[in-house]
């Protein structure tokens, strides 16, 4: 039981674009930022997106992230082959005062 | 550039020991606090421990508490993890991670620790 919930998958045709949600609490996503990570079969996760809505270097402006109250989300525009993969939220939970993951959505392009 | 490479992963008995290790390289290791991640097969991400830059404060996951250890060499660029009492539910690929601010951003390529008799 993850403390942030994503759902399990999400699907779309190539070009289209897919929406991945996050929901936790006030004391994770309420009070702090939100990153998102990216886990592509048999590698390490990463970092796609931090600070609610910034892409580090290198990370095409396809992805984009928002948050709303206790919620956020992950939009992947223009979806590609290679885009199949594991995606993570990850929130700070100022309560255990150590960082908590969502339960990870498995984005497939169909 | 930054990296970040574990080792120490091996196969162990239930109730065995393992100690891990993460050598941190092109950036100021000293500056940053830093996280261990487990992942369990074809399961989700899981904070199982962090350490501050100066080793002031830790945390662990309940699921590890009282069994295993997180230390850091700032010296050695060096990120350690003590684990003792393994069990099957220890199984995981374990992940070092750097951690600005709270959030992971540069992570290692993990190492893969099986309990099984």
């Known amino acids: 039981q993850s403390v942030l919930t994503q759902p399990p998958s999400v699907s779309a045709a190539p070009g289209q674009k897919v929406t991945i949600s996050c929901s936790g609490s006030?004391?994770?996503?309420?009070?702090?930022?939100v990153s998102w990570y990216q886990q592509l079969p048999g590698t390490a996760p990463k970092l796609l997106i931090y600070?609610?809505?910034k892409r580090p270097s290198g990370i095409p402006d396809r992805f984009s992230g928002s948050k709303s109250g206790t919620s956020a989300t992950l939009g992947i525009s223009g979806l590609q082959t290679g885009d199949e993969a594991d995606y993570y939220c990850e929130a700070w939970d100022s309560t255990l005062s150590a960082g908590v993951f969502g339960g990870g959505t498995k984005v497939t392009v169909l | 550039e930054v990296q970040l490479e574990e080792s120490g992963g091996n196969m162990v008995k239930p109730g065995g020991s393992l100690r891990l290790s993460c050598a941190a390289s092109?950036?100021?290791?000293?500056?940053?606090?830093m996280a261990w991640v487990r992942q369990a097969p074809g399961k989700g991400l899981d904070w199982i421990s962090s350490i501050s830059r100066n080793s002031n404060y830790i945390f662990y996951a309940d699921s590890v508490g009282g069994r295993f250890t997180i230390s850091r060499d700032n010296a050695k660029n060096s990120l350690y993890l003590h684990m003792n009492s393994l069990s099957a539910e220890d199984t995981a690929v374990y992940y070092c991670a750097r951690v600005p601010y709270g959030h992971p951003d540069y992570w290692g390529q993990g190492t893969l620790v099986t309990v099984s008799s």
């Open positions: 006030r004391s994770t996503i309420g009070d702090n930022y």
């Open positions: 092109g950036f100021t290791f000293s500056n940053y606090s």
């Open positions: 600070d609610n809505n």
